[in-house]
């Protein structure tokens, strides 16, 4: 493949108190960018929110499909205040999860910003998730959080938790 | 910055086909693999099974999975199974689309990774796979083999091994 996929930033989690992943300062020199994760929270809570340059607002919505090992569910949401993964599947408590999230062009300033989460785990489920966050702005930076969805208190990413964003480039 | 996807090896099936497709003695200098497999059974398998140093053991995935028609999910504890394959019951020519994603290989953790796998067919039923996978082995991956269910993968069936790099 031709030298065109570059790593910009990664990040392990080293320490037990990390509720936030956050991606700043994104280069704009790239045509599309990719995260990779392996990762595990400390609680079995689901919707893992991502949001795109600290936009807290409702301008999100999501569509997604997962298989849970038992059964297939299909859904989504809108107007909510971030994108989703892991969303009515759990997030493992070990390692043993994924997460590849492809956000296409995502420099331009002519469109809203679409992006494609692939994520899982052996132990919850396998989902796709598709969305949308409603903004022309180029992306700059991305939050990624440990979604405490269905359980109470803070859930935190696991320690040796690992992101890495990517930088694609058609040029 | 330095280039980060790299090829690392590739398998192009000649004349007769292949038992298996095989990557041996794989660097230990990338953080993650990403194998591109598009692969065809020269007999009637749909699925095709992936040993990990020669390993078919400590396999467990999380699977969903449709067929045009209906859409089921289910949980697996073996090494079979992992992606689907063409066959030679489906349209001629034709040949299937799989992504592995394996990351931190060479840790001494247990290794997780994801499959998307599917074939398609001029007929009403094709096949998608997405799969949540774990080889609960402490060894790093230095070898991959991808195994057909039925028979032996086709001529033209290829696969590209890659190697990512977060340094």
Redesign the interface.
């Known amino acids: 493949?031709a030298?065109?996929?570059?790593?910009?930033q990664?990040s392990i989690v080293s320490n037990g108190t990390t509720i936030t992943v956050d991606f700043t300062n994104i280069s704009q020199a790239y045509t599309d960018i990719i995260i990779?994760?392996?990762l595990g929270c400390t609680k079995h809570s689901n919707r893992a929110p991502i949001r795109i340059n600290n936009d807290t607002g409702s301008s999100y919505s999501t569509t997604y499909?997962?298989?849970?090992?038992?059964?297939?569910l299909a859904s989504g949401d809108s107007n909510i205040t971030s994108g989703f993964m892991f969303d009515n599947i759990a997030i493992p408590t070990?390692?043993?999860?994924?997460c590849?999230l492809i956000f296409n062009n995502y420099s331009d300033t002519n469109t809203y910003k679409t992006f494609l989460c692939?994520h899982?785990?052996?132990?919850?489920?396998?989902?796709?998730s598709v969305n949308t966050w409603r903004s022309t702005s180029a992306i700059s930076s991305i939050q990624i959080v440990a979604g405490s969805g269905g359980e109470p208190g803070t859930n935190y990413w696991l320690v040796?938790s690992?992101f890495?964003l990517?930088g694609i480039l058609k040029a | 910055?330095?280039?980060?996807?790299?090829?690392i090896s590739s398998v192009t099936v000649g004349v007769g086909g292949t038992a298996n497709i095989e990557f041996t003695n794989i660097p230990q200098t990338y953080?993650?693999l990403q194998i591109l497999l598009s692969g065809r059974d020269t007999g009637n398998g749909d699925w095709f099974s992936i040993n990990f140093n020669n390993s078919s053991s400590n396999f467990?995935?999380?699977?969903?999975?449709?067929n045009g028609s209906a859409?089921?999910?289910?949980?697996k504890s073996d090494a079979n199974e992992q992606g689907v394959n063409n066959n030679t019951s489906t349209t001629a020519n034709t040949f299937s689309n799989t992504s592995i994603?394996i990351?931190?290989y060479t840790s001494s953790?247990?290794k997780?990774?994801?499959i998307?796998s599917i074939t398609e067919n001029n007929a009403s039923t094709a096949y998608q796979v997405?799969?949540?996978?774990?080889w609960s082995n402490s060894n790093a991956i230095s070898n991959i083999k991808i195994i057909p269910s039925g028979s032996i993968f086709a001529q033209y069936s290829t696969a590209y091994l890659?190697g990512?790099?977060?340094?």
Do not use: P, W
């Open positions: 493949m030298s065109t996929y570059e790593k910009i990664s990779v994760g392996n499909l997962r298989g849970n090992g038992s059964s297939v070990s390692l043993n999860g994924n590849i692939r899982g785990s052996t132990s919850q489920g396998t989902a796709v040796d690992t890495t990517y | 910055m330095a280039n980060t996807y790299k090829l953080t993650d467990t995935a999380r699977q969903f999975f449709t859409a089921y999910s289910y949980v994603y990351t931190n953790g247990n997780s990774y994801s998307d997405l799969s949540s996978l774990l890659y990512i790099s977060n340094a």
